[in-house]
């Protein structure tokens, strides 16, 4: 028997893609939390833990190779690449909310720590932009709203990690906020799978479209 439609979908527009007013979105591509080689996968190594090992796995194989080709179709077509970094201005993190506080100083992820940058992979170049927060959601803390809105950019399409935290937190500000969101499912990733593919079936229920990286590229078009 095949499941029942979702009746969420009659209530949801259909996408405008216009390559024209579009932006790749970056999150949290960062050695802190997104290289086995940074603070997070210093510390589970160091524990004998492989809790992280899809994780690191997944950004390896999937989300850094896509991410850079979405990146490089973005310079093609000539529209804006965002990072989003993740990180706190103090070593204690004491400028971040409180929730953030404990995770941020134990990944050394303050502004001029080497676990803060961006991956060498990924490191921004000229015409980039970058901005940084100390929320989950970047809109919650960072002045991205305003640069999205000069730019001229009202779709955005989003990569990094992590899918179920920063990156939906973004994406679903974002939603709220009037932009068409598409999240790259093959430029995502998170720790534990049934996190990623949850959340990438959430939100798809009113918020915004998932695609593949091959889907992405297919559709943004220079358009005249």
């Known amino acids: 028997m095949s499941a029942p439609k979702d009746y969420i979908r009659d209530f949801m527009s259909e996408p405008v893609i216009m390559a ?9 591509m960062q050695y802190a939390t ?11 190594k160091a524990q004998g833990s492989n809790v992280g090992d899809y994780r690191f796995a997944r ?9 850079l080709d979405l990146r490089a179709h973005f310079h093609r077509i000539g529209q804006p690449v965002i990072h989003v970094t993740l ?12 929730h953030m506080r404990k995770l941020l100083s134990s990944c050394n992820n303050y502004v001029g720590s080497p676990d803060h940058q961006i991956l060498d992979a990924l490191k921004p170049v000229a015409g980039e932009h970058v901005v940084r927060k100390t929320t989950v ?13 000069a730019l001229h950019v009202d779709q955005i399409y989003m990569a990094g990690v992590s899918t179920n935290m920063c990156v939906e937190s973004t994406a ?6 009037g932009y068409q969101v598409t999240l790259v499912e ?12 949850v959340t990438i079936r959430n939100f798809q229920r009113l918020f915004g479209r998932v695609t593949s990286t091959e889907q992405a ?8």
């Open 20 to 28: 024209k007013s579009s932006a790749l979105v970056i999150i949290d």
């Open 34 to 44: 997104g290289s086995r080689e940074g603070a997070l996968g210093r510390t589970l």
């Open 59 to 67: 950004i390896e194989q999937s989300v850094l190779p896509r991410t």
């Open 87 to 98: 990180g706190a201005a103090l070593p204690d993190a004491t400028d971040a909310p409180r």
């Open 137 to 149: 959601g970047a809109f919650s803390s960072t002045s991205i709203d305003s640069l999205l809105r």
């Open 172 to 177: 679903r500000e974002a939603a709220d906020r």
């Open 186 to 197: 093959d430029a995502c990733g998170t720790t534990f799978e049934e996190l990623h593919q």
């Open 217 to 224: 590229v297919a559709e943004l078009k220079v358009t005249a």
